[in-house]
C-alpha cells in the first residue's frame, strides 16, 4: 500500500472509529408516555428512560431564559423523572439507592413547582439537584 492510499484511508477509518465508540457508549432511546412507566420492566429500561427524559435538559441549569415550550418540557421532565425514580425502587439496590431516588423525586417536584411559578432560579437549581442525585447514584451505588 502506498504512502498516498494510507493516508487517502485514513479519514474514512477514523470515522467509523468514531462511530464505533459512539455506538459503545450511547444510551438507548426510552422514551415512555406518563402512563407507561410503571410498566418498565428493569432497572436498566428505567435508567434509559430517565436519560432520555434528562438528557435534553441539562443545558438550561446555565440557560435561565425560559421560553413558554421550555417550560411545558420542565413540566414533563419533573413529572416523569418522579415517576421513573418512584418505578427504580421496584429494583432497590439498598438503602442509598433508595435515598437517591427519594432525591431524584424531590428534585422532580421542585421542578414542577419551578414551572408552576416561572421560577427561573428555582428551576435551574432543581435541574442540578437532579443531576447530582444521578451522578452521586451511578458512583456511589452503581460503580459499586
Known sequence: ?????????APRSLGLLAAGLLAGT???YVNPPM????QLSSLRETMDAQATITDSVWTKIDDRQYSDTDWEVLRDVGVRIQATADRSRAWSR???FDAYASDLISSGAALTS????RDNDLAAKALADMREACR?????????
Do not use: Q
Not at 114 to 117: M, Y
Open 26 to 28: 450511547c444510551v438507548p
Open 1 to 9: 500500500m502506498s504512502a498516498r492510499s494510507r493516508f487517502a484511508s
Open 114 to 117: 419551578a414551572v408552576d411559578e
Open 35 to 38: 402512563d407507561e412507566i410503571s
Open 136 to 144: 452521586a447514584c451511578h458512583t456511589n451505588v452503581k460503580g459499586h
Open 94 to 96: 439498598g438503602g442509598l
